[in-house]
């Protein structure tokens, strides 16, 4: 039976039709045209279709839709402000983190929530953390290298590298 | 218990055919803005081939890489381009925009030739822009050329593109006598050093740190050639330790169906410690010396971790992938033949 969802992306209350059987990821890929999730393996195992639930990283391939009701959920979209890109998202393209860019939108919502959570993380709390992404082109090096600059405040809005 | 080995590879890579011809095309268009718009056939994958013949088309017409645009989806109606394999691109297809930018350089001196008054022979291109030898001050822009050649102003209107194709020399036959052949356009090196620890009692083997140098003739962009060099290690990484199509050859019905079946490396199985390094020995045969080399990073790891593998435990796995399942294996047949 279809039901009405109501939640909050990307800063906006949104209200959408949906079935009780649909995913986050239908609803925001073919209902709300919002594509930054990628639908990968469509199981839960690549981690593309990542996005922040109340800021937790869920998989939206394996999230029912209606479980977000009246909650936040942030997509890739939601990452830049006024149209200046996130710190991750210009150290990402500065340190060459991504070659067919598949991954990215995953890789980039997992690597904010682990810096929201541990803003200075080692080398093994990235490798760690980050795992339950997948990049077939290999780009884990400068990933890794891309979230250490980040957290070393290279990007900070404040005088920070532009 | 863990036992530690190292071990290594050395690589030749063959980059773009020869003996079947190996032809790439490539066009570049003046727009009326004084902007030049690249055409090639060349599919970029995310490995950065539209990047690099867009930095070889502003490199040769002497502009600013803003200043040319290049698109992934004109792959329908661009010049052809063999294609985007064989580690070929970067050997060849730049050949195809520098002759591509000498006839539009060639055009365009034609066509501001009776702007300029002046004969196409008297007149040099440099920097973006046309200008009569030895009198500088009678010169036009990329812009005025191009705004020119669209809308008029005291000459006819045209459409100005620079064409260029090109190819490695063609099949020569094998000599009978050595059976000698140039089969390939170049070859790059590579070598990689692995260092690996096996747990012998769950078979489990940790890539614990990796190095990869590639001489690649030229590195036309270094961060491109960095990812090509870590980016190989994933299937490189995968081939040798997770990665089966067909765990139980050969019956296909068992066939992995998921990321969680077909283990992809992660993260986690990247080594603690990756390395790469860029050699550069200019290749006659290529633009600025440039040949191709990236597939050649997938084939480093495999031998290069087998023979860790052997270093550790003093067996050499001749089947891929060494799985936990494998190693136990050949560890009992080890223990057995005493």
Known sequence: ?162 | MKKKGVGMACVLHPTGNKGAGDPSNAAIQLKPDGTLVLLVGAVDLGQGSTTILRQFAADLMEVPIEHVFASNFADDFAPLSLGSFASRVTLIDPHAVENAAEDLKKKIREYASDLLEAHPDDLEYKEGKVFVKGAPDRSMTLAEVGGASMFGGGADPALLVGTGAWQPARFHPHDPETGAMPAVGAISFGACVAEVEVDTETGMVDVTKLTQVWEVGKAVNPLLVRQQINGGLHPGLGTTLTENSYPYYPNPDWAPENFSDYALPTFLDYPEETLWGIEEVPHPAGVKGAKGFSEGSTNGPPPAIMAAIHDAIGIWIDEYPATPEVILRALEAKEASG
Do not use: W
């Open chain 1, 1 to 162: 039976m279809k039901q009405i969802l109501s939640f909050i992306l990307n800063g906006s209350p949104v209200d959408v039709i949906v079935t009780p059987t649909e995913t986050l990821l239908d609803v925001l890929r073919e209902k709300l045209g919002v594509t930054g999730p990628k639908r990968g393996c469509d199981d839960g195992d690549c981690g593309t279709c990542t996005v922040l639930l109340d800021g937790e990283p869920v998989r939206s391939c394996l999230t029912i839709a209606l479980t977000v009701a009246g909650r936040e959920v942030l997509t890739v979209e939601g990452l830049s402000t006024d149209g200046d890109l996130h710190p991750l998202q210009k150290a990402f393209h500065e340190h060459g983190a991504f070659q067919c860019g598949f991954c990215t939108p995953g890789m980039l919502m997992s690597a904010k929530a682990l810096l929201d959570h541990n803003p200075t993380p080692s080398r093994t709390e990235i490798r760690e953390y980050m795992s339950g992404n997948l990049c077939r082109c290999g780009s884990y090096e400068e990933i890794i290298e891309a979230i250490q600059v980040v957290a070393a405040g290279e990007y900070a809005p404040s005088g920070g590298k532009e």
